[in-house]
């Protein structure tokens, strides 16, 4: 599966009369559908549509056409009816003008000096009419089912790049922690030398005298030292995790909250490792191991 993003943008719109057979329902050119849907990053699904007061009835085949195929993401969608150049005239059918004139009829005998509806009234009655039969459910699934395709074409477009990257700091990271494997045993052997010069030292002080003592102490402090700066434990979990991080985005589909787990663990090793460091070199490899895996935090919280 691809790796999606949360982040996208996507638009459509109908034609003037509509794109299919239930546009027939409604008069000639009645105006133009457009639906707009933006995407970004959060923890859950988040819904909010934006619609006019005729097509609201349709919000809810809306949330579960949008939850058939978004998991994550705060997902605005909006729609509008745009009256064209053409739906400046509608023209009112028999049944409607017939109905105008009953209720017409019905007011004068009790209003008589109500004025008569005039041809301006009668359009007008006829343009509300139209919008309020909310006949426009069919076309506005279809526009918000195209305009849905291309939002997810945009977040896999979007998925494919973040993970390019996240794999390429993933190989900069473990360039990292093949650099600093073989520190460990050259401090803890350039220790070992120190405290054997120290013991040395100490044997002349003494003219010679417990140099059995001295020794055991020096044996104790470099074992000491070698436990207290030792990071392969650290090293064999950053690979880990490395590891798991490249098995998720081969796998793609949903993996950002689990993505988002891993980096955390990185940063604890990282860290881990950055308080044993011993040396100039490991410290520098932790800081760039923390400022690499930063990095990718940011790009993960934007996958879905």
Do not use: C
Not at 33 to 54: A, C, M, Y
Not at 149 to 163: I, N, T
Request: charged letters at 25%; hydrophobic letters at 40%; a neutral charge.
């Amino acid at each position: 599966m691809p790796v999606y993003s949360m982040t996208g943008y996507a638009s459509g719109q109908n034609g003037p009369a509509g794109s299919h057979s239930e546009a027939e329902a409604r008069p000639a050119a009645a105006g133009r559908l457009g639906v707009e849907i933006r995407s970004v990053n959060s923890r859950f699904l988040d819904l909010t549509f934006k619609l006019p007061e005729e097509l609201r009835q349709h919000e809810t085949a809306l949330r579960e056409l949008l939850t058939g195929k978004l998991k994550r993401g705060k997902v605005e969608v909006r729609a509008a009816i745009e009256n064209t150049a053409q739906a400046g005239v509608v023209e009112p059918s028999a049944k409607l003008l017939q109905r105008l004139n009953g209720v017409q009829d019905g007011i004068k005998a009790w209003l008589p000096a109500a004025r008569e509806l005039s041809v301006a009234d009668v359009l007008r009655l006829a343009g509300g009419d139209s919008a309020a039969r909310g006949d426009w459910g069919g076309d506005l699934l279809e526009v918000a089912g195209k305009a849905l395709d291309a939002l997810m074409s945009a977040r896999q477009r979007e998925g494919a790049r973040l993970a390019k990257m996240l794999e390429a700091h993933l190989a900069q990271l473990r360039a990292l922690v093949e650099q600093a494997g073989p520190l460990i045993p050259q401090l803890v052997e350039q220790q070992r030398a120190r405290f054997l010069e120290r013991w040395q030292e100490a044997m002349g002080l003494t003219g010679g005298t417990l140099p059995e003592a001295a020794q055991d102490r020096a044996l104790t402090e470099a074992t000491a030292f070698a436990i207290r700066i030792d990071v392969a434990e650290e090293l064999t979990r950053l690979n880990s995790h490395l590891d798991e991080i490249e098995r998720l985005l081969r796998k793609g589909g949903e993996i950002g909250k689990r993505l988002d787990f891993l980096i955390q663990e990185l940063h604890r090793e990282a860290n881990t490792l950055g308080s044993k460091s011993a040396a100039l070199e490991l410290t520098r490899i932790g800081v760039d191991m923390k400022v690499l895996i930063e990095q990718m935090r940011e790009q993960v919280q934007n996958i879905e």
